[in-house]
C-alpha cells in the first residue's frame, strides 16, 4: 500500500509524458494546416478585379478596375478602389461584415459614404452624396474568389438612389508576393 502513491505519480508522469509527445509531433502539422489556403478560407486579403456588368443582361459596362478587400477572423471586412467612378477623397473606405455560406460560398455587405455630389463625366454618370453599399456572394477555391455584386447607392436621407453590378476575381494577397 505504501508504494500506491508512488505508482500514482508514475503514471501521471508517463501520462503526461506521452501528452507532450503527441502534442509535439501534432503542432507542426496544425500550424501548418492553419496556414494553408483551404483552411483560410475567405479570411484575408484579397487583389480584385473588379467589372461591372449589366444587371440585366450581365454584359460587360464600363472599364475594369482593382480594389483590395481584407475579411477578418469574426466577420468584419475593410476595403478600398480605384474606381475611377469617383473623384479624389469623395468616397471613404469600405467597411463591412462577411459570413459563411456553405462549402466554399461566402456572403459580405459592405458600406462607404460618399462625402460630396459631382455632376455627371461622360461616361460615368452624377454621382450623389450618400451612401455606396456593396452586397456580394463569393465562392472560393484555394488562393482565388470569384463573386457577383450588387451595388446600391444611397442618397443623404438613405433612399436608394440607384443600382450596379459587378462580378469579380481575386487573388489572395499573400498569393501575390511569392
Not at 26 to 40: F, R, W
Not at 73 to 96: E, H, I, K, W
Not at 152 to 163: I, L, R, W
Request: hydrophobic share 40%; aromatic share 8%; net charge positive.
Amino acid at each position: 500500500m505504501k508504494n500506491l502513491p508512488n505508482c500514482m505519480n508514475r503514471f501521471a508522469i508517463t501520462s503526461l509524458a506521452i501528452v507532450a509527445a503527441l502534442l509535439l509531433t501534432t503542432l507542426p502539422a496544425i500550424a501548418q494546416s492553419e496556414n494553408s489556403a483551404a483552411h483560410k478560407g475567405l479570411q484575408g486579403t484579397w487583389v480584385i478585379t473588379v467589372s461591372p456588368v449589366n444587371c440585366t443582361t450581365g454584359s460587360p459596362m464600363g472599364h475594369p478596375f482593382k480594389s483590395m478587400l481584407s475579411f477578418a477572423r469574426g466577420g468584419t471586412l475593410s476595403g478600398t478602389t480605384t474606381n475611377a467612378l469617383f473623384q479624389p477623397g469623395q468616397r471613404t473606405d469600405d467597411l463591412g461584415i462577411w459570413s459563411f455560406v456553405s462549402g466554399n460560398t461566402y456572403k459580405a455587405t459592405s458600406q462607404a459614404f460618399i462625402l460630396y455630389s459631382t455632376p455627371a463625366m461622360p461616361p460615368a454618370p452624377p454621382i450623389s452624396a450618400g451612401a455606396q453599399q456593396i452586397s456580394q456572394t463569393i465562392w472560393v477555391t484555394g488562393d482565388r474568389f470569384t463573386s457577383d455584386a450588387n451595388v446600391t447607392f444611397f442618397d443623404v436621407s438613405g433612399n436608394p438612389s440607384g443600382s450596379l453590378c459587378a462580378t469579380a476575381s481575386a487573388v489572395r494577397y499573400e498569393a501575390t508576393l511569392q
